[in-house]
Every structure is written in structure tokens, then in C-alpha cells.
Nanobody, 122 residues
Framework: QVQLVEYGGGVVQAGGSRRLSCTAS????????MGWFRQAPGKKREFVAY???????YYTDSVKGRFAISRDNAKNTVYLQMNSLKPEDTAVYYC????????????????WGRGTQVTVSS
């Protein structure tokens, strides 16, 4: 059974930093691209960043230069380092695992975690 579990959410002040992690089990982690998405109240889930199996990364424009995605295949874990946080980054953050597909679309993802809440206070 595949499981993705996110960690690291919480409340942080604007301008601060937070690191999210997502640990996977039940799959061959190195064979999957990993993505982070987020969903704010009343909004659709949106793409944040992905890292491919070959360690190529891609970010949505609003987080470029502030967020960094990385992975550790030995630990079956993907990270999202978030710096210079803004109140508009407040959302539930989800990680997903994708074998194939357009990685900035949530349709590509085969498995999802349950999410972790990040709240940025002003």
C-alpha cells in the first residue's frame, strides 16, 4: 500500500522560513517524480513545484527564488524549503508522486498525501 505523509506545517510569521517534508512508502521512490501542490480556502489546488526522477526542478512563478524542492532517494523523502514566506502562501500543502505526465498538472499524480497546513501570519 502506497503512503505519502507530509510533515513540517505550522504557523510562521511573514518573512520567515519553513521546511516541509514528504516521506513515501510502498513504492519505488526513485522511479517517481515528486510534486508539491497547495490549496488555500475557497480556491482550487494549485501547482507549486516538482522534481523529476532525474532531479530537474520547476516552480510556479509566484514561488520562484523563494522556494526550493529537493529529494533524498535514500530516505524516500522530498522536501520543500520555503523562504520569505508571505500571507498568500497560506494553504494546505500536498505532495504527490507521478510516474508519467505533465508534472505541473495534478492529473499526472498517481498518489497523494493528506496534506499539511501552513499558515503565514502578517
Amino acid at each position: 500500500q502506497v503512503q505519502l505523509v507530509e510533515y513540517g506545517g505550522g504557523v510562521v510569521q511573514a518573512g520567515g522560513s519553513r521546511r516541509l517534508s514528504c516521506t513515501a512508502s510502498g513504492l519505488t521512490f526513485s522511479g517517481y517524480s515528486m510534486g508539491w501542490f497547495r490549496q488555500a480556502p475557497g480556491k482550487k489546488r494549485e501547482f507549486v513545484a516538482y522534481i523529476s526522477r532525474g532531479n530537474n526542478t520547476y516552480y510556479t512563478d509566484s514561488v520562484k527564488g523563494r522556494f526550493a524542492i529537493s529529494r533524498d532517494n535514500a530516505k524516500n523523502t522530498v522536501y520543500l524549503q520555503m523562504n520569505s514566506l508571505k500571507p498568500e502562501d497560506t494553504a494546505v500543502y500536498y505532495c504527490g508522486a507521478a510516474e508519467l505526465g505533465v508534472l505541473y498538472s495534478d492529473y499526472a499524480y498517481d498518489y497523494w498525501g493528506r496534506g499539511t497546513q501552513v499558515t503565514v501570519s502578517s
